[in-house]
């Protein structure tokens, strides 16, 4: 409907609702808020892998807020999103060597870039980068020359919603089964 402001302000109560179980960080600093701009930020992700990678969708205007930022997310992303967002800093772990002036949590900074329905428009829909070499290797095992290779996760480790969110692997057969002519691409 359009009411961006008053949604971002429902979504950072988040933090206030018992259910939710992700760990909120506190620093003697202050928290970013709208028309900040900084010279160093940290940003720390929160809930699952997932949400981590949708919620660094964001992280291409972030440059509009900091010069430098540091974003911890879970160890298993710190390569992708390095690769795939050069002029930010992802780590698996904080120390006191970082130096910050203020902070945010990753979920909460689409305040600072999705305000209207155009704002979409400004985020890429293919942010992340493949590590070229290795992504070639695989496809040279796995598929011959020009065939469609197709990866698929279905399952959710979330112990609140993962059940609704995951597949047993039986529920991909009707998927095998299609005739391969119908489904080639054309290229």
Same mark, same amino acid.
């Given at each position: 409907?359009?009411?961006?402001?008053?949604?971002?302000?429902? &979504?950072?109560? =988040?933090?206030?609702?018992k #259910?939710?179980? #992700?760990? =909120?960080f506190?620093?003697?600093k202050?928290?970013?808020?709208?028309?900040?701009?900084?010279?160093?930020? &940290?940003?720390?992700?929160?809930?699952?892998?997932?949400?981590?990678?949708?919620?660094? @969708?964001?992280?291409?205007?972030?440059?509009?807020? @900091?010069?430098? !930022?540091?974003?911890?997310?879970?160890?298993?992303?710190? !390569?992708l999103?390095?690769?795939? &967002?050069?002029?930010?800093?992802?780590?698996?772990?904080?120390?006191?060597?970082?130096?910050?002036?203020?902070?945010?949590?990753?979920?909460?900074?689409?305040?600072?870039?999705?305000?209207? !329905?155009?704002?979409?428009?400004?985020?890429?829909?293919?942010?992340?980068?493949?590590?070229?070499?290795?992504?070639?290797?695989?496809?040279?095992?796995?598929?011959?020359?020009?065939?469609?290779?197709?990866?698929? @996760?279905?399952?959710?480790?979330?112990?609140?919603?993962?059940?609704?969110?995951?597949?047993?692997?039986?529920?991909?057969?009707?998927?095998?089964?299609?005739?391969?002519? #119908?489904? =080639?691409?054309?290229?």
């Amino acid at each position: 409907v359009g009411r961006f402001a008053e949604a971002w302000r429902h &979504f950072d109560s =988040r933090w206030n609702v018992k #259910s939710f179980n #992700s760990k =909120r960080f506190e620093f003697n600093k202050p928290l970013l808020e709208i028309g900040d701009k900084v010279n160093c930020l &940290f940003i720390y992700g929160e809930q699952g892998l997932g949400d981590q990678l949708l919620y660094s @969708s964001m992280l291409s205007e972030i440059n509009l807020v @900091s010069q430098k !930022t540091y974003v911890l997310v879970e160890r298993r992303l710190v !390569t992708l999103l390095q690769r795939s &967002f050069k002029k930010v800093k992802f780590i698996d772990s904080i120390d006191e060597s970082i130096f910050f002036e203020k902070y945010i949590a990753l979920g909460s900074i689409g305040k600072f870039f999705i305000n209207s !329905t155009n704002d979409f428009s400004k985020l890429s829909n293919s942010f992340l980068k493949s590590d070229h070499q290795k992504s070639q290797q695989l496809r040279n095992e796995l598929v011959p020359k020009r065939q469609l290779l197709c990866g698929i @996760s279905w399952k959710s480790k979330s112990g609140k919603t993962g059940k609704n969110k995951s597949l047993e692997l039986e529920d991909f057969l009707p998927l095998f089964k299609l005739d391969r002519k #119908s489904t =080639r691409l054309n290229s």
